[in-house]
């Protein structure tokens, strides 16, 4: 049984536009809910995160949603930059435990 | 300041051996957790250290175990390889358990 879904394997989205990556959880005992950026050949970059207690945290052209009623984040790139073609994970947290999904692929086009 | 670095970058081994994975957190950091990514996959909790004990751990048998060190370096010990067992194996370590992590870019691990 998964408990953090990336139902979405890969999308594209041009250069300048948004891109909304999605999540969805079903263990409501999460603490924490991160997201991280993977290169190939390397490890996941932490890039932002929220606390189960809030439901939007902004960083810069990143900006993570909580609906914890619907048991779904999301995560907003505005406006969205070539370099930013990558894995993006959604990852929950408790415990010290973190609890990864598949991934998606994004790939922004110039 | 150096972040997470795990060693080796690539290791080839044949079913029933064993292995040893080797990482060293960022400075500063005392936590360190491993995980098991399989292509395709999303990594897979392994287990976390923190002060030299094993603190959590996912859902994998038993040979698989680990160890800290005072300086808060941490081995992976896998016995008995399966063909299963072949996956990209990251470390990664934080401040405190509920922290964001720093990964290292992992050990490839192939049986044969």
């Known amino acids: 049984d998964q408990q953090v879904k990336q139902n979405s394997p890969s999308l594209s989205v041009q250069e300048g536009r948004i891109s909304i990556l999605n999540c969805d959880y079903t263990?409501?005992?999460?603490?924490?809910f991160l997201w991280y950026k993977k290169y190939p050949a390397e490890g996941p970059t932490f890039l932002i995160s929220?606390?189960?207690?809030?439901d939007k945290n902004e960083d810069g052209r990143f900006t993570v949603f909580l609906n914890k009623s619907a048991k779904h984040l999301s995560l907003h790139i505005v406006p969205s930059q070539p370099g930013d073609s990558a894995v993006y994970f959604c990852?929950?947290?408790?415990?010290?435990?973190?609890?990864f999904g598949d991934g998606t692929t994004l790939t922004v086009k110039p | 300041d150096a972040g997470v670095t795990q060693s080796p970058t690539h290791l080839i081994k044949t079913r029933g051996q064993q292995v040893t994975l080797r990482c060293s957190p960022k400075?500063?950091?005392?936590?360190v957790s491993w995980y098991q990514q399989a292509l395709g996959q999303g990594p897979q909790f392994i287990f976390q250290?923190?002060?030299?004990?094993?603190?959590q751990r996912g859902n994998f048998p038993d040979r698989f175990s680990g160890h800290q060190f005072p300086n808060y370096s941490s081995e992976l010990n896998v016995n008995a390889l399966l063909l299963g067992d072949s996956a990209l194996y990251l470390c990664?370590?934080?401040?405190?358990?509920?922290?964001?992590?720093?990964f290292g870019d992992g050990t490839r691990l192939s049986i044969l």
């Open positions: 263990n409501s005992m999460f603490d924490y």
């Open positions: 990664a370590s934080s401040l405190s358990r509920n922290q964001p992590q720093h």
């Open positions: 990852a929950a947290l408790r415990a010290g435990k973190s609890t």
């Open positions: 929220i606390s189960s207690i809030k």
């Open positions: 250290y923190y002060e030299e004990e094993e603190r």
């Open positions: 400075s500063g950091h005392d936590t």
